[in-house]
């Protein structure tokens, strides 16, 4: 596609619902990163795929959360077990240091 | 493990004034610097990159940044802002392991 596509744009969960976040990274993009955005806060880093390979996932705040790119494009964000503290939005990008990474819209998260 | 700081977390100036939003990173390996923008409820828009060589980058909508190694920094800089760039702006570090690390953000408020 044109851009990096992530839904839902929003979600409202319940606390100990999981949730599932999608991200359709834009077409032959080897990377693909998460973030997490609290409010008035930077994007923190979350995860990092190359390909299917999760290479990276030392930001991930426990281990409620997982992460999956399968066949090695749409990446899927889960989130068991949600807690109030993990409402903020949630950034996917894709892309390459060379030139730039191209962000989604993100989904906001909101747990009640 | 590379890290950034945005000195300024508000910058409040008026409309056609000049600005500088400061940016200092640190890494023990060379790396790529970027500047992104996020408008309200949207995601993150790269404005400009510095992969190598110039020093100087000049970026979309009149922007432009200064590499400087020695002090480790790369400031944004715009001569004269518009009512349209009130936004949040965010730097960003890439090291060679394909990564990418925020800033906590500036927010830019443009005053007529």
């Known amino acids: 596609g044109a851009g990096v596509s992530q839904s839902p744009r929003y979600k409202v969960a319940k606390r100990g619902q999981d949730v599932a976040l999608r991200c359709d990274p834009i077409s032959g993009h080897v990377s693909l990163f998460w973030y997490q955005q609290a409010l008035g806060q930077g994007p923190e880093f979350l995860t990092y795929f190359q390909n299917e390979a999760q290479l990276d996932k030392s930001g991930l705040p426990s281990d409620r959360f997982f992460a999956e790119r399968p066949e090695g494009s749409v990446s899927t964000l889960k989130i068991q077990r949600t807690q109030q503290e993990d409402s903020a939005v949630y950034l996917c990008?894709?892309?390459?240091?060379?030139?730039?990474?191209?962000f989604g819209s993100g989904t906001r998260l909101t747990v009640v | 493990a590379q890290s950034v700081t945005q000195l300024d977390s508000q910058v409040p100036v008026f409309e056609e004034a000049p600005v500088e939003l400061r940016c200092n990173y640190s890494s023990s390996v060379s790396v790529y610097l970027f500047w992104y923008v996020q408008y309200p409820n949207q995601g993150l828009q790269l404005l400009l990159k510095y992969l190598s060589g110039s020093t100087l980058v000049k970026g979309i909508n009149g922007f432009e940044a200064e590499f400087n190694k020695s002090q480790t920094s790369f400031h944004l800089r715009k001569p004269s802002v518009h009512i349209s760039d009130t936004a949040e702006y965010f730097c960003a570090v890439s090291a060679t392991n394909n990564d990418m690390r925020f800033g906590a953000g500036t927010r830019l408020t443009v005053k007529p």
């Open positions: 990008a894709s892309g390459g240091r060379a030139y730039g990474y191209t």
